[in-house]
C-alpha cells in the first residue's frame, strides 16, 4: 500500500483526499491501490446509514455503484496527489456507456468492492473500465460494470461558469 500519512480504513482521513465531504462521501475504505497500473480498489459497507439506502429495497440499487465508481477514481486522484505533493486533480464525469447491472441491489449487510482501473488517457480525456462486485474482486459475485469517461479540468470553478 502507498504511504501518505492517512489511514486508508479511515472514512474521516479518505475524505481529506476527495472533494466529497460529509453524506456525501460513499466510500468506506482503500482495499489496494496500484498507481503503477492506475488500479484502485475501494469497500462500502450497505446498511440503513448509507445515503441511497432504500428500506422498501432492502439496500442500495444498483445503479449507484457508477457514483462509487466514481468516487473510487476521485480517491485515486487524490491518492496519487498526496503522493507526489501535489492536490488532487478535480475531474468531471461525462459519460457512462456500457453499464451492466447484473444485480437489481446492493442488499443490507453486503460489502461491495469497486475495481477501476485507467484504460485510456488523451490529455484531460480519460476512460475508466470499472466493476461492483458483492464481496471481493477475485471470490465475489459481478454486480455491475460499465465504462466511465472522465474529463480533468484545471480550475473547475471557470469550467462550469461561475
Known amino acids: ?9 479511515k472514512k474521516s482521513d479518505l475524505e481529506q483526499l476527495v472533494p466529497h465531504k460529509g453524506k456525501m462521501f460513499l ?14 480498489q475501494t469497500q462500502v459497507d450497505i446498511n ?5 439506502y432504500d428500506e422498501n429495497l432492502g439496500g442500495v440499487p444498483v445503479w449507484i455503484s457508477f457514483e462509487y465508481m466514481a468516487q473510487s477514481i476521485s480517491l485515486m486522484s ?3 496527489g498526496r503522493s507526489h505533493n501535489e492536490p488532487p486533480k478535480v475531474g468531471f464525469i461525462m459519460s457512462v456507456s456500457s453499464f451492466n447491472s447484473h444485480v437489481p441491489v446492493f442488499k443490507k449487510g453486503d ?7 485507467q484504460t485510456i ?3 484531460a480525456a480519460v476512460t475508466f473500465e470499472g466493476q461492483a462486485y458483492i464481496g ?3 471470490n465475489g459475485i459481478l454486480a455491475a460494470d460499465g465504462v466511465l469517461n472522465t ?12
Do not use: A
Not at 151 to 162: A, F, I, R
Open 1 to 9: 500500500m502507498i504511504d501518505i500519512d492517512l489511514d486508508l480504513n
Open 27 to 40: 466510500l468506506d475504505r482503500v482495499k489496494d491501490c496500484d498507481l503503477d497500473t492506475i488500479t484502485i
Open 48 to 52: 440503513e446509514s448509507c445515503m441511497f
Open 78 to 80: 487524490g491518492i496519487f
Open 111 to 117: 460489502i461491495i468492492t469497486l475495481k477501476v482501473h
Open 121 to 123: 488517457r488523451m490529455d
Open 136 to 138: 471481493d474482486c477475485e
Open 151 to 162: 474529463v480533468e479540468v484545471p480550475d473547475p470553478q471557470k469550467s462550469l461558469g461561475l
